[in-house]
C-alpha cells in the first residue's frame, strides 16, 4: 500500500525528495567500475544488492564523505552505523578525546573531515580545553546534530553573530554548497559568550530560516520550544540544548533514546553467532581488550561493500600505496 505522503505528490517530486537519482547515478558508477564482477552474476542482481544495500543503511560503510552527507538518509544511515559498530565504547565506560572520535569515524569513512569532528566537540566542551575526555554518548549526540544538519548551524551562527553586532536582521543567508569547507564558525566575544541574545529575536530569524526550506533543519515547533524556555541564550547553548532534545533525536530517527543507547539485541546476537563460529577469536579479544589501543588512523582502502568475496585477494595486491600519515590539523 502506498503511504500518504507518496498519493499527495506527483512522481518527479517524490523521487526528488527521497534522492532516487542520486543513488541510480551512484549504481551505475559502481556498475562501469566494476563491470568484470557484475558479468558474472548479471545486471538484476547488482542493482537488487545495490539497493538492498540502501534499504539496510549499509550501502554508506567505506565510502568517501561526499557521499555520506549526500543526502538525509545517507547522513542517519553514517549515525547509525557510528552507534552500532563503537557503542561498546560507550559500554565500556570509556573516555575519549576529539582526536580519537575522529578515528573511529575514519574507520568508517577514510576522509571525513576534522572541521566536522571539532565541531562536535566544541558543542560538548564548549570551546574550552578541546583535548578533554567525553564520554561516548555525549559526543555522539552532539556530533549527530552537527553532522546532520551542519548547513542549517552554519546559517545560525552568521544569524547569531549578526545579532550579536546589531546588523541588518533582513540579510539572506545562503549555506556553502561543500559540506567538507564549512564557513568558520564566528570567533565569539566574551560578552557574546557571557550574555547570549535575545531568545524571541532570535527565534524569529530562525524561523524564517527553516520556512525557505532549502536544507535540512530541526522541526521548528521544536525549535520554538527550546526557544520560549529562555529569554536569553548563547550560540553554544543553543547547540546543546539541540543535541539534548529528546523530541529532536525522535525526530531524525538515526539514534535510540538516550537510555537504550548501550542496548543493540540484534547487533548483540549476531556477535554472539559470529563469535561462535570463528575458533580461537574469543581468546585473541580477551587478550586484545586487556592491552586495548584505538586503531591505526590511517585505515585500510576498503572496497563498496557490495562487491563480491572473491575480489579480496585482487583488492589486496591493489593497496600496496603508502600508509604514511599525514595530519593538516597540526600544520
Known amino acids: 500500500m502506498l503511504s500518504p505522503e507518496r498519493l499527495a505528490l506527483p512522481d518527479y517530486e517524490y523521487l526528488a525528495q527521497r534522492h532516487v537519482l542520486t543513488y541510480m547515478e551512484d549504481a551505475v558508477c559502481q556498475l562501469l567500475e566494476n563491470r568484470e564482477d557484475v558479468s558474472q552474476y548479471g545486471i538484476a542482481r547488482f542493482f537488487t544488492e545495490y539497493f538492498?544495500?540502501?534499504?539496510?543503511?549499509?550501502?554508506?560503510?567505506?565510502?568517501?564523505?561526499?557521499?555520506?552527507?549526500?543526502?538525509?538518509?545517507?547522513?542517519?544511515?553514517?549515525?547509525?552505523?557510528?552507534?552500532?559498530?563503537?557503542?561498546?565504547?560507550?559500554?565500556?565506560?570509556?573516555?575519549?578525546?576529539?582526536?580519537?572520535?575522529?578515528?573511529?569515524?575514519?574507520?568508517?569513512?577514510?576522509?571525513?573531515?576534522?572541521?566536522?569532528?571539532?565541531?562536535?566537540?566544541?558543542?560538548?566542551?564548549?570551546?574550552?580545553?578541546?583535548?578533554?575526555?567525553?564520554?561516548?554518548?555525549d559526543f555522539l549526540f552532539a556530533f549527530q546534530i552537527q553532522f546532520y544538519y551542519s548547513e542549517f548551524l552554519d546559517s545560525v551562527a552568521a544569524i547569531y553573530e549578526d545579532l550579536l553586532s546589531g546588523k541588518n536582521p533582513n540579510t539572506v543567508i545562503v549555506p556553502t554548497s561543500s559540506s567538507g569547507q564549512h564557513r568558520q564558525r564566528p570567533a565569539l566575544g566574551d560578552a557574546g559568550m557571557l550574555d547570549g541574545v535575545e531568545a524571541s529575536l532570535f527565534y524569529q530569524r530562525l524561523e524564517s530560516l527553516c520556512d525557505r526550506h532549502k536544507y535540512s533543519c530541526p522541526p521548528p515547533a521544536l525549535v520554538k520550544e527550546i526557544l520560549s524556555n529562555v529569554q536569553r541564550l548563547t550560540f553554544y547553548g543553543f547547540l546543546v540544548a539541540l543535541s539534548k532534545h529528546h523530541g529532536i533525536n525522535q525526530a531524525l530517527g538515526a539514534l535510540p533514546d538516550k537510555g537504550d543507547l548501550m542496548h543493540d539485541p540484534a547487533m548483540d546476537e549476531e556477535l554472539e553467532r559470529l563469535l561462535v563460529q570463528v575458533p580461537g577469536l574469543i581468546n585473541s579479544i580477551t587478550a586484545t581488550s586487556e592491552a586495548s589501543c584505538l586503531p591505526s588512523r590511517t585505515p585500510p582502502r576498503v572496497g563498496s561493500p557490495w562487491k563480491p568475496l572473491h575480489r579480496s585477494r585482487k583488492l589486496d595486491a591493489e593497496s600496496d600505496g603508502s600508509t604514511e600519515e599525514t595530519d593538516e590539523s597540526e600544520t
Open 52 to 137: 538492498n544495500s540502501v534499504c539496510q543503511g549499509t550501502h554508506i560503510l567505506f565510502r568517501e564523505f561526499s557521499f555520506i552527507q549526500a543526502t538525509p538518509h545517507n547522513r542517519a544511515s553514517f549515525l547509525r552505523a557510528f552507534w552500532r559498530c563503537f557503542r561498546t565504547v560507550g559500554k565500556n565506560g570509556d573516555l575519549l578525546t576529539m582526536r580519537e572520535y575522529h578515528c573511529l569515524l575514519q574507520l568508517l569513512c577514510p576522509d571525513f573531515p576534522l572541521e566536522l569532528t571539532q565541531k562536535a566537540a566544541r558543542i560538548v566542551l564548549m570551546d574550552d580545553a578541546m583535548e578533554c575526555l567525553m564520554s561516548f554518548s
